[in-house]
């Protein structure tokens, strides 16, 4: 969600719509780490789940729903036709790097 997805009447600053919903899922809460890469961030962590560090199982289950995201990211490359493929490239690197992080659990 940002900024661009919400719509409020100028006037009224009433909510009219929200748009782009199609990541929004009733999920695992370890998931909407994935969404902004903050597993590694200890005041994030805390703040957000009230401890500071992931168990094992905590960090596979983050690392899936990465390499899901990931995933997402090189299949919509195409039809949503970016200007370049760099969005491809980066999410294909980093599909790799969690596969071989996932590997050595």
Do not use: H
């Not at 929200?18 to 703040?47: H, Q, W």
């Amino acid at each position: 969600m940002w900024d661009g997805n919400i719509f409020v009447d100028s006037k009224t600053f009433e909510l009219i719509a929200i748009i782009d919903t199609e990541r929004a899922i009733l999920a695992d809460p370890l998931m909407e780490v994935v969404c902004g890469f903050y597993d590694k961030n200890k005041t994030f962590l805390n703040s957000y789940y009230g401890y500071n560090n992931l168990d094992k199982s905590e960090e596979i289950r983050v690392k899936l729903y990465k390499f899901y995201l990931y995933l997402i990211m090189m299949i919509e490359s195409p039809y949503r036709e970016y200007q370049s493929n760099e969005q491809y490239i980066w999410a294909l690197k980093e599909l790799k790097k969690t596969l071989f992080q996932l590997n050595n659990f």
